[in-house]
């Protein structure tokens, strides 16, 4: 009868491999689930449950370190799909805020002179946009976050690479920190102006951009012939960077609705 218990009974290594075994699951399953976010407490669970089992310095060591290894991936993996959420979280709340203050839209200023602004561009150097008059100016208002402002940037390359500068000048302008910017016009190998500016420095209805990419096309007369919001392909942005001056009156700047 003794010789039966002692058969029947979990030896300590039996009792041990369960954690390893969890831990390793717990892993996997983090890395499955980190697209949903929850398998961030999952991994958290896994690294907890493996090192337990590494510290007993017992048997099965090596399941429990794969079991950790995966869980930090699981970990990894789920906050860098939050940070993607997050990004386009913002862009949300962006685009949802295409008016600008007081109702007036960023296309309500078509045919209203540019209100005149400096910059000061990666190079340190300024950019007053009443200098540019007698050319045509692009100012195009992005993120490096933004996904249709990237996809764009290809194109503005592009026209920058085949218009005149004497012609046609290109200004991004974002309101990120330059370190960002500068990495980003780097690595994408950017050809034109390029300028951090918070949008508290600037005017109306610069100021006011609540949905990225906004662009706008300023003729030789210093007058704002166009204005997309949102992503545009290359033959409309060429369209509209080289079109004709503006035809007709010159419309005063329209007035902000007061608050309520």
């Given amino acids: 009868m003794t010789d039966t218990l002692q058969d029947s009974t979990p030896s300590p290594d039996t009792n041990r491999i369960g954690l390893a075994i969890t831990s390793l699951i717990l892993g996997i399953l983090s890395l499955v689930l980190s697209l949903f976010l929850v398998g961030g407490i999952l991994a958290v669970i896994g690294l907890v449950l493996g090192g337990i089992h590494l510290g007993k310095r017992t048997t099965f060591r090596a399941m429990a370190l794969w079991g950790v290894s995966l869980s930090i991936l699981g970990l990894l993996a789920t906050g860098g799909m939050g940070y993607l959420y997050y ?6 709340l962006a685009m949802r805020g295409g008016a600008g203050q007081g109702g007036v839209q960023a296309s309500d200023w078509q045919g209203v002179k540019a209100p005149d602004f400096t910059v000061t561009n990666l190079n340190g150097q300024p ?15 992005w993120a490096t976050w933004c996904p249709p402002c990237r996809k764009e940037i290809p194109h503005f390359i592009r026209l920058a690479k085949e218009t005149d500068a004497k012609d046609l000048v290109i ?6 920190d330059q370190n960002t910017i500068m990495e980003f016009v780097k690595k994408n190998g950017v050809n034109y102006a390029i300028a951090a500016a918070p949008d508290r420095d600037l005017p109306s209805p610069y100021k006011e951009i609540r949905s990225i990419p906004t662009t706008f096309f300023v003729d030789r ?7 997309f919001t949102g ?18 009156a010159i419309k005063p700047a329209p007035a902000a609705e007061p608050a309520k």
């Fill in 171 to 176: 200004v991004g302008i974002s309101s990120e």
């Fill in 127 to 141: 950019i007053r946009l009443a200098e540019l008059r007698g050319k045509r100016v692009v100012l195009d208002f």
């Fill in 87 to 92: 990004q386009a979280y913002k862009q949300v």
């Fill in 231 to 248: 992503y545009h392909d290359y033959d409309a942005l060429k369209a509209a960077a080289l079109g004709a001056d503006f035809k007709g």
């Fill in 221 to 227: 007369n210093g007058v704002i012939q166009a204005v």
